[in-house]
Structures are given as structure tokens and as C-alpha cells.
């Protein structure tokens, strides 16, 4: 399957300024029916010396994913640090393919959630699964907004 150009499917560029998501990304995001996705297309940047996309940025993708989302299904404007992740890569992601997933909330409770999600390329193809654990009471940081990264122009 060929991916078509990320701005034809909806795709909006993260807003990460600067820092370790600026320096992986660019990351892409969009509004689905089922909440919020994320991805990025894989660049030579990205990929490890067969061709395909590293483990850590597949693995780092999924944090974001699973972190960003889990904060936006809350509603709240804060951070979501992750506790303890695994993952299980089942196929490689070529470059010039559009990696993307999307949150599953497992488990909510008052201080830690669970979640899981599946990256792919294209509709169908999974490329790995993620699981999650995420600290949910941690008090909003001032001048930290992770709603500012989704920035809709």
C-alpha cells in the first residue's frame, strides 16, 4: 500500500518547538472518530542500517501516542509520564512509510492508567503493539500545556 501525502489525509504537524520531539519528529497528529492520532513518516533519520525504521523511534512513537492520548481521553491539560512500557515489533516499517497508532484505554484509576496501542503503516498493516503504564495524579506544571503541541492551524 502507498501512502498518500500526510496534509491529504488530515495530518497537522506537531508543534513541538524544541527539544526531544522536535529532534525525532517531525511528529503528525489528527482527529479521528475514535480520538486522537499520532505518527510520523519514517526518514532516513529514522532508520536503523537495513533500511527500516529503528526500534526506539517505534518505541518512542508509541510513548507519545499512548501518553498523549491517554491525557487528551482525561480532558486535562497536563502531563501523563509514563511508568513502565512494553513492546512486541511483529514487521518492519520501511522509510517513506507513515507510521501512526492510537490509544486503547484499558484501566483508569485515580493515580495510574493503563493503556495499550498499535502502530502500522497504511490501515491494516501492524508493525508493533505497545503496552503501558501512566501516572495520572501528578499535578499540572505551570507553563507546561500539552494542548498547546495540537495546535490547529
Known amino acids: 500500500m502507498t501512502d498518500a501525502p500526510h496534509a491529504d489525509e488530515g495530518w497537522r ?17 489528527r482527529r479521528e472518530p475514535d480520538g486522537l492520532a499520532m505518527g510520523f513518516r519514517v526518514g532516513a533519520h529514522h532508520c536503523n542500517p537495513v533500511g527500516a ?37 511483529l514487521a518492519p516499517a520501511p522509510q517513506g512509510r507513515l507510521v501512526w497508532g492510537r490509544v486503547e ?29 501512566f501516572q495520572l495524579d501528578r499535578p499540572a506544571d505551570p507553563g507546561v500545556s500539552p494542548a498547546a503541541l495540537f495546535a490547529e492551524s
Not at 513541538?16 to 503528525?28: D, H, I, M, R, T
Not at 484501566?107 to 508493525?127: P, S
Open 53 to 89: 525504521c529503528h526500534g526506539g523511534m517505534l518505541m518512542t512513537l508509541a510513548d507519545v501516542v499512548m501518553g498523549f492520548g491517554l491525557g487528551d481521553r482525561l480532558g486535562e491539560d497536563r502531563f501523563v509520564p509514563t511508568i513502565g512500557m512494553t513492546a512486541d515489533f
Open 105 to 133: 484505554v484499558l484501566r483508569q484509576g485515580r493515580r495510574t492508567g493503563f493503556a495499550q496501542c498499535l502502530l502500522r503503516t497504511g490501515r491494516d498493516d501492524i508493525v508493533m503493539r505497545a503496552s503501558g503504564v
Open 13 to 29: 504537524p506537531l508543534a513541538a518547538g524544541g527539544g526531544f520531539l522536535a529532534a525525532v519528529g517531525p511528529l503528525l497528529w
